[in-house]
C-alpha cells in the first residue's frame, strides 16, 4: 500500500512540472551578466562589465549604478552583516557601498589607507572601524558610522597593528595590539589611556627610539592573522583578561621519528580602569587556546590539548590556581572543545586521537566526578539538559547521562546525528537510523513515546539531512527526497524529485538556503542590544518561538526609530522578517525533465509540487534565488535577465 501511494506522488510530481510559470518581469543589460546574487536584505545586485547594478526587485529597473566596479568577481562583494552596506575589497582599495542606493560611504583611499589590514563591525557603537596602512607607511585606524557611513574619527597617534577591537560599552571600545592595549571613546576616538600588555612590551617602551625600531620592525614581520587570542571581560567590569596561544618548538619521537608540534597558552589580567597589569606574572598553561569563563569572581581556564587537558581555576586578583596539587590544575582526557553548563557544574566534552569523551566538572569542588570517561562515538553536535540528566546527540548516537553517577539512561544507543533532532515543547523528535523512521522522545520521562511505523526509503543513494517539526507532522528531507510522518508515527507521504548531475546547478540554491537559514533561525539581525538579545534567546528553538517573535519587534520598532539608510535597512528587514512565515511552508528543489532542469516549488505538509520554473539545459546556469520572498532571477541569452514569483 504504502509502495503504490509513494508511484502515486511520483506520477503527480511528474504531471505538475509541466505547469511552468510565466515570468513577471524581464530587463537587459548592455553587456552581458557575469554574476547576480540576492542580499539577505533582499537587495538585488547584478554586476556586468559595466559596473556593479542595484535592481528593484518589484519591476526590474535599475535604482543605481556603479561603473568603478567592472571587474569585480563576485567573491570581492560580500554584504556587511546586520547592515545596510556591502563591503566591495579590490586591489584599488576597501569600499563600502550603500546597497540601496549603491553610493560610496567609504572608500579607504579617500580616508588616507593605502593598505588595509583589518575591519571591524562593532554593533554597539554602531560603527565599523578600519585599520591599515597610510602613504607615510604609518598605521592608522578610521572609524565610520555604520547608519550613514561618515567618518567619526581618525586616530590621531600611532596605535600600533591592531589585533582585535572589543567593545567595552555603546561608548567605548578596547583596542588589542601587538605591545599594548588601548581603551578609546567610541565616539570621538579619544584615548582614554594606553598601557603596555606585556612587561616586555614595557621594557622595550622605555628603549626609547631603539624601541620604537624594534616595534617597527615585529610589526611589519608578524602576520596578525595568525594571532589567536581568548578575551574575557568579568561581570563587574573591573578586569578583563587576554589569552594569546604560542606554537613550541617541534619535538620529535623517539618511536616514528615524526614531528610533534606542541602549543601552550598563556593569561594575562588587567585593569579595565587603568590598563595596568594585575598579576605579577602570567598564567601560562600546555595546550591550545579553548575555552574560559568565570565562575564567581574566578576565571576558569579550558584549554584544547592534544593528549590531556588540565582545567584550573584562576584567582583573579592573584593569578594563582586554585584546584589541584599545588594549584596546578586537574587533568582531563583530551581536549575540551564543547561544555554544556549547569546549576552545580558543567558537563565537558572533549576529544583525544579522534575519539570523543564525556565528563562532569563539579565547579564547587573542582573535580571531575565520573569515575570513568564515557566514550562516545563521533562528534557530539547537540545537548540539551532535561529531569534525567543532559542530552547529547553526535554524528551517529544519542542517549541521556546522569550528571551525578555518569550512568546513562538507555541501554543501549539511539542511532541518530545531532542534525537530525528536534524539540518541540516536552517532546524530541529524531530520526533513527537504525529503523529508517522517526523516535519521539518525552523529555519530561525520558521514555520513547512513539517509533514511525514504516521505513523510509530515499531514492538515489542519499541519507536524511534535516528533520523539521510543523503542525501537521514531522518531515525527513534530503536534496531530492522528502517524507512526513504524522504524530502517531504514520507515513503521511513521501516524495522523490530526480536530480540534475551536475553540480552547477546546486550552487545558487544553496545560496539561497544559507540566507534563508539565517532569518529562520533569527541570527541575523541588525544592530541593535534588543535584536541581539532576541537572536541569543532563540538557540535552538523553534522558529515559532517568542524569541522569534521578539527578532520581528525589535525589527518593526528600529525601523521606526533609525533615519537614512539604517531606516531602509530596518524596513526591510521586518518586511522579509514577515514573510518568512509564508516561505516556512515551502521547499525548493532542483529536479531533472525531459525538458531540461526545473526548479521547483514543494508544499511542504503534502509534498506536492505546486509550480516550476524551467532553466533550460545549461551546464553552468546563471540564476538567483530570494527564497524568503519567493523569487528566482534568471540569466537567458547572457545579457538578459527574467525574474519570476513563485
Do not use: C
Given at each position: 500500500?504504502?509502495?503504490?501511494?509513494?508511484?502515486?506522488?511520483?506520477?503527480?510530481?511528474?504531471?505538475?512540472?509541466?505547469?511552468?510559470?510565466?515570468?513577471?518581469?524581464?530587463?537587459?543589460?548592455?553587456?552581458?551578466?557575469?554574476?547576480?546574487?540576492?542580499?539577505?536584505?533582499?537587495?538585488?545586485?547584478?554586476?556586468?562589465?559595466s559596473g556593479l547594478f542595484g535592481i528593484e526587485n518589484n519591476t526590474g529597473e535599475v535604482?543605481?549604478?556603479?561603473?568603478?566596479?567592472?571587474?569585480?568577481?563576485?567573491?570581492?562583494?560580500?554584504?556587511?552583516?546586520?547592515?545596510?552596506?556591502?563591503?566591495?575589497?579590490?586591489?584599488?582599495?576597501?569600499?563600502?557601498?550603500?546597497?540601496?542606493?549603491?553610493?560610496?560611504?567609504?572608500?579607504?583611499?579617500?580616508?588616507?589607507?593605502?593598505?588595509?589590514?583589518?575591519?571591524?563591525?562593532?554593533?554597539?557603537?554602531?560603527?565599523?572601524?578600519?585599520?591599515?596602512?597610510?602613504?607615510?607607511?604609518?598605521?592608522?585606524?578610521?572609524?565610520?558610522?555604520?547608519?550613514?557611513?561618515?567618518?567619526?574619527?581618525?586616530?590621531?597617534?600611532?596605535?600600533?597593528?591592531?589585533?582585535?577591537?572589543?567593545?567595552?560599552?555603546?561608548?567605548?571600545?578596547?583596542?588589542?595590539?601587538?605591545?599594548?592595549?588601548?581603551?578609546?571613546?567610541?565616539?570621538?576616538?579619544?584615548?582614554?589611556?594606553?598601557?603596555?600588555?606585556?612587561?616586555?612590551?614595557?621594557?622595550?617602551?622605555?628603549?626609547?627610539?631603539?624601541?620604537?625600531?624594534?616595534?617597527?620592525?615585529?610589526?611589519?614581520?608578524?602576520?596578525?592573522?595568525?594571532?589567536?587570542?581568548?578575551?574575557?571581560?568579568?561581570?563587574?567590569?573591573?578586569?578583563?583578561?587576554?589569552?594569546t596561544e604560542q606554537e613550541n618548538d617541534a619535538t620529535i619521537t623517539s618511536s616514528s621519528?615524526?614531528?610533534?608540534?606542541?602549543?601552550?597558552?598563556?593569561?594575562?589580567?588587567?585593569?579595565?580602569?587603568?590598563?595596568?597589569?594585575?598579576?605579577?606574572?602570567?598564567?601560562?598553561?600546555?595546550?591550545?587556546?579553548?575555552?574560559?569563563?568565570?565562575?564567581?569572581?574566578?576565571?576558569?581556564?579550558?584549554?584544547?590539548?592534544?593528549?590531556?587537558?588540565?582545567?584550573?581555576?584562576?584567582?583573579?586578583?592573584?593569578?594563582?590556581?586554585?584546584?589541584?596539587?599545588?594549584?596546578?590544575?586537574?587533568?582531563?582526557?583530551?581536549?575540551?572543545?564543547?561544555?554544556?553548563?549547569?546549576?552545580?557544574?558543567?558537563?565537558?566534552?572533549?576529544?583525544?586521537?579522534?575519539?570523543?569523551?564525556?565528563?562532569?566538572?563539579?565547579?564547587?569542588?573542582?573535580?571531575?566526578?565520573?569515575?570513568?570517561?564515557?566514550?562516545?562515538?563521533?562528534?557530539?553536535?547537540?545537548?540539551?539538559?532535561?529531569?534525567?540528566?543532559?542530552?547529547?546527540?553526535?554524528?551517529?548516537?544519542?542517549?541521556?547521562?546522569?550528571?551525578?553517577?555518569?550512568?546513562?539512561?538507555?541501554?543501549?544507543?539511539?542511532?541518530?546525528?545531532?542534525?537530525?533532532?528536534?524539540?518541540?515543547?516536552?517532546?524530541?523528535?529524531?530520526?533513527?537510523?537504525?529503523?529508517?523512521?522517526?523516535?519521539?522522545?518525552?523529555?519530561?520521562?525520558?521514555?520513547?513515546?512513539?517509533?514511525?511505523?514504516?521505513?523510509?526509503?530515499?531514492?538515489?543513494?542519499?541519507?536524511?539531512?534535516?528533520?523539521?517539526?510543523?503542525?501537521?507532522?514531522?518531515?525527513?528531507?534530503?536534496?531530492?527526497?522528502?517524507?512526513?510522518?504524522?504524530?502517531?508515527?504514520?507515513?503521511?507521504?513521501?516524495?522523490?524529485?530526480?536530480?540534475?548531475?551536475?553540480?552547477?546547478?546546486?550552487?545558487?540554491?544553496?545560496?539561497?538556503?544559507?540566507?534563508?537559514?539565517?532569518?529562520?533561525?533569527?541570527?541575523?539581525?541588525?544592530?541593535?542590544?534588543?535584536?541581539?538579545?532576541?537572536?541569543?534567546?532563540?538557540?535552538?528553538?523553534?522558529?515559532?518561538?517568542?524569541?522569534?517573535?521578539?527578532?520581528?519587534?525589535?525589527?518593526?520598532?528600529?525601523?521606526?526609530?533609525?533615519?537614512?539608510a539604517a531606516s531602509m535597512a530596518f524596513s526591510a528587514a521586518n518586511k522579509r522578517f514577515?514573510?518568512?512565515?509564508?516561505?516556512?511552508?515551502?521547499?525548493?528543489?532542483?529536479?531533472?525533465?525531459?525538458?531540461?532542469?526545473?526548479?521547483?516549488?514543494?508544499?511542504?505538509?503534502?509534498?506536492?509540487?505546486?509550480?516550476?520554473?524551467?532553466?533550460?539545459?545549461?551546464?553552468?546556469?546563471?540564476?538567483?534565488?530570494?527564497?524568503?520572498?519567493?523569487?528566482?532571477?534568471?540569466?537567458?541569452?547572457?545579457?538578459?535577465?527574467?525574474?519570476?514569483?513563485?
Amino acid at each position: 500500500m504504502i509502495h503504490k501511494t509513494a508511484m502515486f506522488i511520483l506520477l503527480f510530481v511528474t504531471m505538475s512540472l509541466n505547469a511552468q510559470l510565466k515570468e513577471t518581469w524581464s530587463s537587459s543589460f548592455e553587456k552581458e551578466v557575469n554574476w547576480q546574487t540576492v542580499t539577505s536584505l533582499g537587495n538585488y545586485i547584478v554586476q556586468t562589465d559595466s559596473g556593479l547594478f542595484g535592481i528593484e526587485n518589484n519591476t526590474g529597473e535599475v535604482i543605481w549604478h556603479d561603473s568603478k566596479f567592472t571587474g569585480l568577481s563576485e567573491t570581492e562583494f560580500t554584504e556587511l552583516n546586520n547592515s545596510p552596506f556591502a563591503k566591495i575589497q579590490t586591489t584599488h582599495g576597501l569600499f563600502f557601498i550603500n546597497m540601496f542606493d549603491g553610493s560610496t560611504v567609504f572608500n579607504s583611499f579617500d580616508n588616507g589607507i593605502k593598505k588595509v589590514k583589518d575591519h571591524f563591525v562593532l554593533y554597539r557603537s554602531n560603527s565599523i572601524v578600519v585599520s591599515g596602512i597610510s602613504e607615510g607607511k604609518e598605521n592608522i585606524a578610521v572609524s565610520v558610522d555604520i547608519e550613514t557611513g561618515q567618518v567619526l574619527w581618525k586616530s590621531k597617534e600611532d596605535f600600533g597593528k591592531i589585533v582585535d577591537i572589543v567593545e567595552l560599552s555603546d561608548q567605548e571600545l578596547l583596542g588589542v595590539t601587538l605591545f599594548k592595549n588601548i581603551r578609546i571613546n567610541s565616539l570621538s576616538g579619544e584615548v582614554v589611556w594606553s598601557a603596555a600588555n606585556t612587561k616586555e612590551s614595557q621594557q622595550i617602551g622605555a628603549m626609547g627610539g631603539m624601541g620604537n625600531l624594534l616595534q617597527k620592525f615585529a610589526e611589519t614581520t608578524i602576520d596578525t592573522e595568525d594571532i589567536k587570542l581568548d578575551f574575557a571581560i568579568h561581570p563587574s567590569l573591573e578586569y578583563f583578561v587576554i589569552g594569546t596561544e604560542q606554537e613550541n618548538d617541534a619535538t620529535i619521537t623517539s618511536s616514528s621519528q615524526n614531528q610533534i608540534v606542541t602549543y601552550s597558552s598563556t593569561y594575562r589580567a588587567y585593569s579595565v580602569e587603568s590598563g595596568d597589569l594585575i598579576w605579577k606574572k602570567p598564567v601560562t598553561v600546555k595546550g591550545q587556546l579553548g575555552h574560559s569563563t568565570w565562575i564567581a569572581d574566578n576565571l576558569l581556564i579550558m584549554p584544547f590539548g592534544r593528549n590531556n587537558s588540565k582545567v584550573n581555576l584562576i584567582d583573579i586578583k592573584t593569578g594563582q590556581g586554585l584546584w589541584g596539587k599545588k594549584g596546578r590544575g586537574i587533568s582531563i582526557k583530551g581536549g575540551i572543545y564543547s561544555y554544556t553548563p549547569t546549576e552545580k557544574g558543567m558537563l565537558v566534552i572533549t576529544t583525544r586521537n579522534d575519539k570523543n569523551f564525556l565528563n562532569y566538572l563539579d565547579t564547587q569542588s573542582g573535580t571531575f566526578t565520573f569515575d570513568k570517561t564515557i566514550k562516545v562515538k563521533g562528534y557530539v553536535g547537540y545537548t540539551l539538559t532535561t529531569d534525567n540528566g543532559i542530552l547529547y546527540a553526535t554524528e551517529e548516537e544519542m542517549n541521556i547521562v546522569n550528571t551525578s553517577t555518569g550512568d546513562l539512561l538507555w541501554e543501549k544507543d539511539i542511532k541518530t546525528s545531532y542534525n537530525l533532532v528536534e524539540q518541540n515543547n516536552d517532546q524530541l523528535y529524531l530520526f533513527n537510523y537504525k529503523t529508517s523512521s522517526i523516535n519521539a522522545i518525552d523529555l519530561n520521562s525520558g521514555q520513547i513515546s512513539m517509533s514511525g511505523q514504516t521505513e523510509i526509503d530515499f531514492k538515489e543513494g542519499e541519507g536524511p539531512k534535516q528533520i523539521e517539526v510543523r503542525s501537521s507532522g514531522i518531515i525527513i528531507s534530503s536534496d531530492q527526497n522528502f517524507a512526513m510522518y504524522d504524530f502517531d508515527g504514520k507515513l503521511s507521504y513521501q516524495s522523490y524529485y530526480k536530480s540534475p548531475k551536475e553540480e552547477g546547478w546546486k550552487r545558487a540554491l544553496l545560496y539561497a538556503g544559507t540566507i534563508y537559514s539565517g532569518y529562520v533561525s533569527a541570527v541575523s539581525g541588525l544592530a541593535s542590544g534588543a535584536l541581539s538579545q532576541a537572536s541569543n534567546q532563540a538557540g535552538n528553538q523553534s522558529a515559532e518561538g517568542q524569541a522569534y517573535a521578539e527578532v520581528g519587534m525589535a525589527y518593526n520598532e528600529m525601523s521606526k526609530a533609525a533615519g537614512g539608510a539604517a531606516s531602509m535597512a530596518f524596513s526591510a528587514a521586518n518586511k522579509r522578517f514577515k514573510a518568512t512565515k509564508e516561505s516556512r511552508d515551502y521547499i525548493m528543489v532542483l529536479t531533472k525533465t525531459d525538458e531540461g532542469i526545473a526548479l521547483v516549488k514543494i508544499n511542504k505538509d503534502t509534498g506536492e509540487s505546486e509550480n516550476s520554473i524551467s532553466l533550460g539545459k545549461n551546464r553552468k546556469p546563471n540564476y538567483a534565488i530570494d527564497l524568503i520572498e519567493g523569487i528566482v532571477y534568471l540569466e537567458i541569452d547572457k545579457n538578459f535577465i527574467k525574474q519570476y514569483l513563485l
